[in-house]
């Protein structure tokens, strides 16, 4: 079975500041590791995947998450916040490419000016 | 890229009714499709699986008579919540999955918000 812990269900930063949202996984295979945003009232936008190919993935507006197979960790990042980032956010993981997909409990990310 | 539409977006009914939510792949063909089910300040919650042509699949705990699933087409599914109480009053997101053979990507729709009175 597949899951996802995300540290942290609210992290709060200034604007300009490095932005580090954790996600931890337990898969019995490799896995496929999804991070989603989602604004107020609204559905779930993808950011990023990693599906076995480089372990530094690049996402929309400026994210990126780094897969570590020795940390089981799929962190993500932002060098510098903006406003517009404030939302939540959720890790999700799949075992396989045609398994559903398991969401982690997701972290309100607040952005101060 | 693929879209995913919902309708209506939000919807306000009174205890007792019914509700249809309609959640359509705009461009292209869905084998399955995903109903979540998500309450404030939480993560979604898998309600059940829907393959194009075949009964839907619920997860443990949801009460498959009262959340009515079709996969009618490779395009559209529908929930239908059946004597809708306050307790049923959510926000309900659907995600299309691309076909076999396509990206198995999925993607999600803009959500429901359900309100019973």
């Known amino acids: 079975a597949q899951s996802v812990t995300q540290l942290g269900s609210h992290v709060s930063v200034s604007e300009g500041a490095l932005v580090l949202l954790r996600c931890n996984y337990s898969?019995?295979?490799?896995?496929?590791l999804f991070w989603y945003v989602q604004y107020p009232n609204q559905g779930l936008q993808l950011l990023l995947k990693?599906?076995?190919?480089?372990?530094l993935v690049k996402g929309i507006n400026g994210f990126e998450a780094e897969f570590k197979k020795s940390e089981t960790s799929f962190h993500l990042t932002k060098p510098s916040a903006h406003m517009s980032d404030a939302a939540e956010y959720f890790c999700?993981?799949?075992?396989?490419?045609?398994?559903?997909?398991?969401f982690g409990e997701g972290t309100q990310l607040t952005v101060n000016p | 890229g693929a879209v995913v539409s919902q309708h209506p977006s939000w919807v306000i009914c009174k205890s007792g009714t019914s509700v249809k939510i309609e959640c359509r792949s705009l461009?292209?063909?869905?084998?399955?499709m995903f109903w979540y089910r998500q309450f404030p300040k939480q993560s979604l919650m898998l309600m059940a699986t829907?393959?194009?042509?075949?009964?839907?699949?619920?997860e443990q705990g949801v009460e498959k008579d009262k959340f009515l699933i079709n996969h009618a087409s490779l395009t559209l599914s529908t929930l239908t919540v059946t004597s809708a109480h306050p307790e049923d009053s959510s926000f309900y997101i659907c995600?299309?999955?691309?076909?076999?053979?396509?990206?198995?990507?999925?993607?999600f729709g803009p959500g429901t918000r359900l309100t019973v009175t």
């Open positions: 995600s299309a999955r691309d076909r076999p053979g396509g990206s198995y990507e999925q993607y």
């Open positions: 898969s019995s295979v490799p896995p496929y």
């Open positions: 990693y599906t076995s190919a480089a372990t």
């Open positions: 999700a993981v799949r075992a396989t490419s045609g398994s559903r997909l398991t």
């Open positions: 461009d292209f063909q869905a084998t399955t």
């Open positions: 829907s393959n194009e042509g075949s009964k839907a699949t619920y």
